[in-house]
């Protein structure tokens, strides 16, 4: 039995008019002049409303060569369920008003056999924005190729259980055909965040917020997890997204133990 995951945010974080929003898409993805390249095995992309966030992400969606990839696991936080794990998904396709997406069900069943994984209702499923932000753009890239996603709701996971999942999932990032889709947003800043970092010496508040978020996206282009958690403990910068960050930085650091030359491109 299918059991379908409707575009529960389409129409008010981005339009819910096919037409339009492909031609968005296209248009985004033009405008980024990126090349698509088969190194680039995973990507952090935001998921703000389209408004905020969907040109940006087309710098992350751009550089995906589709021809190579069969799956895609995509990876969220949660903004309104609370768990300490990693949850998977009951549907079988997640709907976008540009194509819908199957979801793997035979990787979701050995990621089940675990015993790590919850598995989320599906009203948690649709109440949550994180993944759901990158489905157009994955359905946009993806028409016409063989791909199946797999969905996976990060929660408010311990490090060591960061470690954990990341060992789990190390033998998918092995695996070429495979590609990482990971969502955050990064500094909240203001009063309503209850976070009000700023550093003077860069001037004006948002260079302030500018500096402290692009010294995290160094850090996580080292690939090292224990780093990037010295920057969240020092600076406590309010990304969103920071376990599935941290989850992926251990599943690649994995790979990087295997072969430094391994890597995958970010």
Not at 34 to 40: T, V
Not at 73 to 85: E, I, Q, V
Not at 193 to 203: A, C, I, Q, T
Request: glycine share 8%; net charge negative.
């Amino acid at each position: 039995m299918e059991i379908m995951r409707r575009a529960s945010h389409a129409g008010s974080w981005y339009t819910d008019n096919p037409k339009k929003l492909a031609e968005e898409l296209d248009g985004w993805l033009r405008a980024s002049g990126l090349a698509k390249s088969p190194d680039i095995r995973g990507v952090i992309a935001p998921h703000a409303g389209y408004s905020y966030s969907g040109r940006a992400a087309a710098y992350a969606f751009g550089n995906i060569d589709p021809s190579s990839i069969t799956r895609v696991f995509l990876l969220g936080p949660s903004h309104h369920y609370y768990t300490p794990k990693c949850a998977l998904s009951g549907a079988t396709i997640y709907k976008t008003p540009v194509g819908d997406l199957q979801i793997d069900l035979e990787v979701v069943k050995e990621l089940k056999a675990t015993g790590k994984f919850e598995v989320m209702d599906i009203e948690v499923d649709e109440a949550e924005h994180s993944m759901e932000m990158h489905l157009p753009y994955l359905a946009k890239v993806f028409d016409g190729y063989p791909v199946k996603i797999v969905p996976i709701l990060v929660g408010a996971v311990k490090p060591e259980n960061e470690a954990m999942y990341g060992r789990l999932l190390a033998k998918y990032v092995d695996d070429p055909n495979n590609f990482f889709s990971v969502s955050s947003d990064f500094c909240h800043w203001g009063s309503r965040f209850n976070y009000v970092h700023y550093d003077r010496k860069y001037g004006a508040i948002h260079k302030s917020i500018e500096a402290l978020d692009r010294m995290g996206m160094d850090i996580i282009e080292t690939g090292d997890p224990d780093a990037f958690k010295r920057y969240l403990s020092e600076y406590d910068n309010t990304i969103c997204g920071r376990h599935p960050i941290s989850v992926f930085l251990h599943n690649a650091e994995e790979l990087l133990n295997k072969d430094k030359d391994q890597f995958p491109s970010i």
